[in-house]
């Protein structure tokens, strides 16, 4: 939103850097310590450097649909704390009762403010020609839904359209590395554990261990795909800030 908020002010160029580039910059010019004060020399220095490109954002009904998957996925995260609370008062007995009808009644609610926001950003889609048309093309694919559909719409249409093909599989969290070392090292290509666009959504109930103990799946953070990284900006007639 910073991004959003520098862009609308008069006056200003708005440049957003990969942070995967800062981190570089800073560890080529042999930076070890990590402080606020050597965060912001190295930001400097490098936009000193390189060469501003100035951040156009996406068209505004992108980025609604975009807010309503980010809610849709804040809210599967809270149904599945409800059903882990659930799950474990189902095992506390009779003096549980109330607690786990109350939370059965706000599972059922989640459940319908999920399927509420589905259903906007469905409407949302229908109302734009082109949106439309990027929905029937990928429900088209064999195991993809609507629900899915507006997932991938929503995170991939932030993304620059001159994306290589290599970039488009780093962005989605599948980044085989190649290693080459000399004549004598070739190593196999390998998936790196960078992030990738999207939540891993946890299971509702975990991996059981036996009858009173279960362990909650763990749910990695996505990168925010219209704000990928440092916001750097400058004022149209001069310097940089």
């Not at 949302?124 to 694919?141: C, F, G, M, N, Y």
Request: proline share 5%; with cysteine; aromatic share 4%.
């Amino acid at each position: 939103m910073f991004a959003l908020a520098l862009h609308r002010a008069k006056n200003v160029e708005v440049m957003v850097v990969n942070p995967r580039a800062i981190k570089d910059f800073s560890r080529a010019c042999m930076q070890r310590a990590k402080t606020d004060a050597v965060d912001a020399g190295c930001i400097l220095e490098y936009l000193e450097r390189m060469p501003f490109t100035a951040w156009q954002p996406p068209a505004p009904e992108i980025l609604k649909l975009q807010a309503i998957n980010r809610r849709i996925e804040q809210l599967h995260t809270e149904l599945t704390r409800e059903k882990n609370r659930c799950h474990a008062a189902q095992f506390a007995g009779t003096s549980a009762d109330a607690i786990a009808h109350d939370i059965e009644i706000n599972i059922r609610h989640l459940e319908r403010r999920i399927e509420r926001m589905q259903e906007s950003g469905l409407q949302l889609v229908r109302r734009v020609p082109e949106l439309a048309t990027k929905l029937a093309h990928l429900v088209s694919a064999k195991g993809i839904g609507e629900v899915s559909a507006i997932r991938l719409l929503a995170e991939l249409l932030v993304l620059p359209d001159d994306l290589a093909a290599a970039q488009w599989v780093a962005h989605a969290g599948l980044d085989p590395r190649h290693y080459e070392s000399g004549t004598s090292v070739h190593r196999p290509r390998r998936i790196s554990n960078q992030r990738g666009l999207f939540n891993s959504r946890p299971s509702p109930k975990g991996r059981e261990l036996g009858p009173q103990h279960s362990v909650g799946g763990v749910a990695s953070s996505s990168t925010n795909a219209f704000q990928p990284g440092v916001v750097s900006s400058r004022q149209n007639h001069g310097g940089r800030l």
